[in-house]
C-alpha cells in the first residue's frame, strides 16, 4: 500500500535571480513557506516493500514499512515519536536537537576505500594516510555487517537525493538510514528532488550506525567504525558512527573523484554572484574568513563550503549549510543565529533546563553543529549555480604577519597557492601551540582529496586560463609584526580588499612586487592606508620582518617537497 503526496517544487523566487534579499524580521512564515513545497513523501507499507523502494537489491529485503522523502514536518513529528533527541527553544522557533554520542566529529581514520586491483579507482586514486585501502573481501564482511543490521529492522528512512545544482554534474544519491532525524540531516545538507528521482541511483549509503565492526582487529582496521567505500560497486556502508557529517564529506570525497575524470573540478570554498551575474571564489580553511566574507549584501550567495566548475560554470554542491554553533550569538553570526528554527537540526548543542540551547557551554564539545536548507540563508540565489567565475580568490590567516593583506597571482603562483593551502595556527587555539604553527591543507580540503593535489592544480589552470579568471591571495592575518606583536588586519581593510577585487577597481592600482614570495601588491587602494599593504613597510623592525618573511618562506618551501611526486610540479612558482 502507498500512501503518496507529490506536486512539483516551487520555490520561492527572488525579485532578481541574483538579487540580494533584506533579512526579514520575521523569517519564519518565508522559511515555512519554502519548506512546504519541498513536498514528494511517500509511505510504503507491507511484505513488498523493500522491492517497491528498489532497496532490496542491496539484500535488504525484510522491512515491511520504508518512509521515503517525508516532508520536513512528517520528519519533525517521526523524530518527536522516536524519541530521537529534545526540542530545542530557540529563538527563532522550535529546531530539533541530537546528540551523537562519543563520536562529535568525523572519524578520518576510519575512513577505507575499496582497491578493487586494476579498475578506474585503482589507477586515479591518491592512496595513503587520506585515502586509506582495504580489499574488496574485507567490504564484504562490512557490507553484509551493515546489510543483516539493516535487515533487523520493520521500518526504514530511505532519501534520494542530488548532489550538484548542474544539471550535467549533478549526482543521484540515495541514504537509507534507521533514525528519521538522520533523513531530516540529508534533507537538510543536499540537494530536495522537485519529483521522483528513484531510477538511475549514481551511489548508495546504508548508514547501519548503531551496529560495529566485531572483526575489526582480524580485519586489521583502526577501530569497530567504519565509514566504507566501494566505488565500482556504488556503495558505501558507515558502521559504528552517529556523527551526521559523515554523510555529507562522505559525498564531497566522491565527487572530488566522479569531476576530475571528466576534467571537471570539485572544490572546497564559498561561492557568491553580483547583480552583473559576475561570480566569485572564496577558498580558506577555518578560522581565515571564508564564510564571512563571502556572505555579501549586495551578491547573492550560491554556497558556503562545497562547489564544482564543470563547462557550463560554477554550481553548489549541496543544498543546505553544516555551521559551527560555538559561541554563537546573533550579535557575531546573525545569518546563522537566526537560521536556526524550524527544520534546522542542532547536533551536540548543550540545552539549558529551559530548553534553550547553550552556545557557550562546550562541556560535550567544541564542535557542536547546525544543519539548515539554504533558504534559511537572506540572499541565496535559488538556481545554486551561476556564469564561469571571474575572481578567484585564496583566503590565509598569516600569524606571522609577513603576507600582503592583498596580492595578485600569476597563473603559476596560484597553483603553487592553491596546492599549498596555507594558513596558520596562533597560541591558545590549541593545547600546546605556544608560537605561531604553519598549516597547510593541499587544495584546501586534504582530508576529501581523492586524487593527487596537483591534478585539481592541472584542472584549475585550465579553468582559470581558459575564462580568464583571476587569482588573488588576501591576508586576514596580522599586520605589523606577527601574532603578539602586530595586529589583526582590520575586516574594514579586508572588506576592502576584496570589494576592489570583486569590482574591478584594484586593477587600476600601480602594483610593486614582494621580494620574497614575488606577489604582485598594490601601492594603494580606496580604504585601505597605504602602509598596511606592503607588509614591510608596515613593521617597525625591518630586520625582524626579513627574518620572519625568510623562515615562512621556508616552510613553503618544505611542506611542497611532498607534492613533486605528481603528474606536475608547480616548486618555481613559490618563494625564492
Known amino acids: 500500500m502507498i500512501h503518496s503526496v507529490a506536486r512539483t517544487v516551487r520555490f520561492a523566487r527572488q525579485a ?44 535488504i529485503k ?77 567490504y564484504e564482511d562490512l557490507y553484509e555487517t551493515a546489510i543483516n543490521h539493516m535487515n533487523s529492522k520493520e521500518k526504514l528512512y530511505v532519501a534520494d537525493v542530488y548532489c550538484g545544482a548542474s544539471e550535467a554534474s549533478k549526482r543521484k544519491v540515495r541514504f537509507v538510514h534507521e533514525l528519521a532525524w538522520q533523513q531530516h540531516f540529508v534533507t537538510n545538507m543536499f540537494i530536495r528532488p522537485e519529483e521522483e528521482c528513484d531510477r538511475d541511483i549514481d551511489f548508495t549509503v ?52 566522479w569531476l576530475p575524470m571528466v576534467d571537471d573540478l570539485p572544490m572546497h570554498c564559498s561561492a557568491n554572484v553580483g547583480k552583473n551575474g559576475d561570480s566569485a571564489l572564496f577558498f580558506g580553511l577555518s578560522g581565515t574568513g571564508k564564510t564571512t566574507l563571502s556572505a555579501d549584501p549586495n551578491r547573492a550567495l550560491i554556497g558556503d563550503d562545497e562547489h564544482g566548475w564543470d563547462k557550463n560554470g560554477v554550481f553548489n554542491f549541496e543544498g543546505g549549510c553544516y555551521a559551527k554553533t560555538i559561541d554563537l550569538s546573533e550579535k557575531t553570526e546573525p545569518e546563522i543565529y537566526r537560521a536556526i528554527t524550524t527544520n534546522a537540526m ?45 575572481n578567484c580568490i585564496f583566503l590565509t590567516c598569516d600569524a606571522y604577519g609577513v603576507l600582503p593583506p592583498v596580492s595578485k597571482l600569476t597563473s603559476g603562483q596560484a597553483l603553487y597557492q592553491f596546492v599549498s593551502g596555507y ?35 592541472e584542472l584549475l589552470q585550465q579553468k582559470l586560463e581558459t575564462h580568464g579568471t583571476e587569482a588573488y591571495l588576501v591576508n586576514t592575518g596580522w599586520s605589523g609584526g606577527g601574532y603578539g606583536v602586530g595586529e589583526r588586519m582590520s575586516i574594514k581593510d579586508t572588506r576592502a580588499c576584496i570589494n576592489a577585487i570583486l569590482d574591478g577597481s584594484i586593477n587600476d592600482a600601480e602594483f610593486e612586487t614582494d621580494e620574497i614570495f614575488g606577489f604582485a601588491m598594490p601601492k594603494s587602494l580606496p580604504g585601505v592606508e ?47
Open 346 to 390: 542542532l547536533e551536540n548543542v548543550a540545552i539549558k533546563d529551559d530548553s534553550v540551547p547553550d552556545y557557550f557551554d562546550t562541556s560535550k564539545t567544541q564542535n557542536g553543529r547546525v544543519s539548515y536548507p539554504i533558504f534559511h540563508i537572506p540572499g541565496y540565489l535559488k538556481e545554486q549555480q551561476a556564469a564561469h567565475p571571474k
Open 62 to 138: 525484510n522491512a515491511t514499512t520504508i518512509y521515503k522523502n517525508l516532508t520536513y514536518d512528517e520528519l519533525f513529528e517521526h523524530e518527536k515519536a522516536n524519541n530521537e533527541g529534545v526540542v530545542a527553544a530557540a529563538e527563532y522557533g522550535e529546531t530539533f536537537t541530537v546528540d551523537t554520542g562519543k563520536f562529535t566529529g568525523r572519524s578520518p581514520k576510519d575512513k577505507w576505500i575499496v582497491r578493487n586491483v586494476g579498475s578506474d579507482s585503482d589507477k586515479n586514486l591518491w592512496w595513503g594516510d587520506v585515502n586509506q585501502a582495504i580489499t574488496p573481501e574485507i
Open 16 to 59: 532578481g535571480s541574483t538579487a540580494a534579499r533584506a533579512f526579514s524580521a520575521a523569517p519564519n512564515a518565508e522559511f515555512a513557506d519554502a519548506a512546504s513545497q519541498y513536498n514528494i513523501s511517500r509511505t510504503i507499507e507491507g511484505a513488498d516493500a523493500t522491492s517497491q523502494v528498489g532497496i532490496d537489491s542491496l539484500g
Open 530 to 576: 597605504g602602509d598596511v599593504l606592503n607588509p614591510r613597510n608596515a613593521w617597525a623592525d625591518k630586520d625582524a620582518y626579513d627574518a620572519t618573511a625568510k623562515k615562512l618562506s621556508g616552510m613553503f618551501k618544505d611542506n611542497f617537497k611532498k607534492y613533486t611526486d605528481g603528474p606536475n610540479d608547480y616548486t618555481n612558482f613559490g618563494p625564492l
Open 206 to 257: 546504508i548508514n547501519a550506525c548503531a551496529a560495529t565492526n566485531e572483526k575489526w582487529k582480524e580485519h586489521g582496521l583502526n577501530s569497530e567504525v567504519a565509514v566504507a567505500f566501494n566505488i565500482e560497486a556504488k556503495t558505501a556502508v558507515i558502521l559504528g558512527t552517529w556523527y551526521g557529517g559523515e554523510n555529507k564529506k562522505g559525498i564531497f570525497s566522491l565527487m572530488n573523484y
Open 423 to 457: 594558513t596558520s595556527k596562533v597560541a591558545g587555539t590549541e593545547r600546546g601551540i605556544t608560537e605561531p604553527t604553519p598549516n597547510f591543507s593541499p587544495c584546501f580540503g586534504a582530508a576529501f582529496l581523492t586524487v593527487h593535489p596537483t591534478r585539481y592544480a
